[in-house]
């Protein structure tokens, strides 16, 4: 019975099996007692997150490493068909690949985070997972109209960063300029729609201009860009049915639809109590009848 065990201790397999075992609990209890102790006391969501997902793909390096070196001995005679064989792979594995460098250009060159509202291959929504292969996204928009989640959870592949623009609504500067039209008879109190329009500005967007302002003049520290307009703004255009108004203002990405309700609504009952003064202008049509004609016969004569 000893002389069994003992060959079965010596024999090579077993003994590279045993050693895999134990370098693998071994590797995967410290990236574990690390994320733990560690990666925990990272205050930034963003960042720790950041921290466990290198962690993770160290280990699964360290593994493929210790299984290399493990079964070297082995690997002499393979060298030139591995070669052949990784070339062709490879070449199968490009978009998988390409999705991989994705990753790592998304996790150090700052494309987008966890939490970001984005644009990527066409698909507007919150980014909810960054993995080494696909990210995921809550969709917003589609048939569902404004910024509102529609339900579906979208995966998509890495390499998209290297095909497309990738649209970040939520980054550096998490603000967004919007604007609504506002069309006013001819003959009403110009002024006094002008003033009705800012006065709305104000009151409903007009808290973030400051702090919009103060995150402009970040993103000039960083980049090289002008003076930005966050503070309401009214402008208008005359065409050939009416006057139109444009309100312009800073409104946080998550609340565009919010926004506009609530000044589409001070607006119309600001309009209202003007008595007529100011008036919204509508498209009019204008049929035209066709003319009486008037008939006259007359008989031959006999």
Known sequence: MEDQIKFFLLEPTIQKTLVIIVCLV??????KAIQRNLFTKIKDSDNRYRAKKFSSFFGYILTILMLTIVFSDQLGGL????????????????????????????????????????????????VMDIG????????????????????????IANSFV?????????????????????????????????????????????????????????????????EAQTDPMVSLIANDNWVEYTL???????????????????????????????KFASATFQLVETPDFKVKITKDEQ
């Open 79 to 126: 060298t030139v068909a591995l070669g052949v064989a990784g070339a062709g792979i490879a070449f199968a594995m490009q978009e998988i690949i390409a999705s991989f460098a994705g990753w790592v250009a998304i996790m150090f060159g700052g494309f987008y985070k966890i939490g970001d509202r984005v644009q990527l291959g066409g698909i507007k929504g919150d």
């Open 162 to 226: 290297f095909k497309e623009p990738v649209f970040n609504y939520s980054g550096d500067f998490p603000f967004l300029w919007d604007e609504i039209k506002i069309p006013i008879q001819y003959g009403s109190d110009y002024d006094l729609a002008k003033e009705i329009l800012e006065q709305a500005g104000k009151d409903v967007a007009g808290d973030l201009s400051q702090l919009s302002l103060e995150k402009w003049k970040t993103l000039q520290n960083k980049y090289r860009l002008e």
């Open 26 to 31: 071994i590797i995967w209890l410290v990236i």
């Open 248 to 278: 312009r203002y800073i409104v946080n990405y998550k609340k565009r639809r919010i926004t506009k309700t609530a000044l589409f609504t001070q607006i119309l009952k600001k309009v209202e109590a003007t008595n007529g003064h100011v």
């Open 132 to 155: 080494v292969i696909r990210t995921t996204i809550m969709e917003t928009g589609q048939w569902v109209d404004g910024d509102l989640y529609n339900g579906r959870i979208v995966l």
